[in-house]
């Protein structure tokens, strides 16, 4: 009964190398977060989509861009990742940009980068 | 700028005894918070809300705006309580017309036998 879906689980790409990491819901929500977790760090928010409307969190580099095609789908483009990229990648959901309603996280994909 | 708070990394009870996980905030807002737990190889989850006002598993937190905190609490820790708690804020932060979560550091809670 997956509801938010993360592809791959682990990624390992090279220094420099793009990379992209995929999203995908069957909640039919309107909001899609993309959110970085570093080792024994909180989870900080990239960006996210209300439906087509991107809003980048200010010190997101600009290494990291989002697509989202569609309601179903998100992804996180990494141009040209670094070492510093190496990271726990979270993609959630909610119904609604409001506060209260909660958001529906997926599993993680695990980013190494060599 | 909104900010949160968890002061104990590593929290160790023995089952059957009271646990409390610490959470303070920093926001000038009206403040929404949120308790998500992750429990070993799974997903992170929305355990308990503040506007709820419910106890979720046996957990409950108040907020409590006079000392800015939002702690949770159990009377009693069972073994499959053992996992990372997040505390988490919701806000308009920066004069932005979008809130977002924030999170704290996280506290890993063992619970032994």
């Known amino acids: 009964d997956a509801m938010v879906i993360q592809n791959p689980r682990y990624q390992v790409t090279q220094f420099g190398k793009p990379v992209t990491l995929s999203c995908s819901q069957t909640?039919?929500?309107?909001?899609m977060y993309w959110y970085q977790q570093k080792s024994s760090q909180a989870p900080k928010l990239l960006f996210h989509?209300?439906?087509?409307?991107?809003?980048n969190e200010a010190d997101t580099p600009d290494n990291f861009q989002s697509r989202r095609p569609n309601t179903s789908f998100c992804f996180l483009d990494i141009r040209s990742p670094g070492l510093g990229d190496a990271a726990m990648y979270l993609c959630?959901?909610?119904?609604?940009?409001?506060?209260?309603?909660?958001?529906?996280f997926g599993p993680g994909t695990r980013l190494t980068v060599l | 700028a909104q900010r949160v708070t968890q002061p104990e990394k590593l929290l160790s009870v023995f089952k059957g005894a009271p646990v409390e996980l610490k959470c303070n905030y920093s926001?000038?807002?009206?403040?929404?918070l949120f308790w998500y737990v992750q429990y070993s190889r799974q997903r992170l989850q929305l355990l308990l809300r503040?506007?709820s006002r419910e106890s979720i598993k046996g957990f409950t937190a108040d907020l409590n705006k006079g000392e800015t905190s939002f702690h949770l609490k159990k009377p009693f820790a069972q073994e499959e309580d053992s996992a990372m708690y997040y505390c988490?804020?919701?806000?308009?932060?920066?004069?932005?017309?979008?809130?977002?979560?924030?999170f704290g550091q996280g506290t890993i809670l063992t619970v032994h036998p």
């Open positions: 989509y209300y439906d087509k409307d991107f809003n």
């Open positions: 959630a959901t909610s119904r609604s940009g409001s506060g209260r309603v909660s958001q529906f």
């Open positions: 988490a804020l919701f806000g308009n932060a920066g004069g932005t017309s979008y809130g977002k979560l924030t």
């Open positions: 503040h506007i």
């Open positions: 909640l039919n929500h309107n909001v």
């Open positions: 926001y000038s807002g009206s403040p929404e």
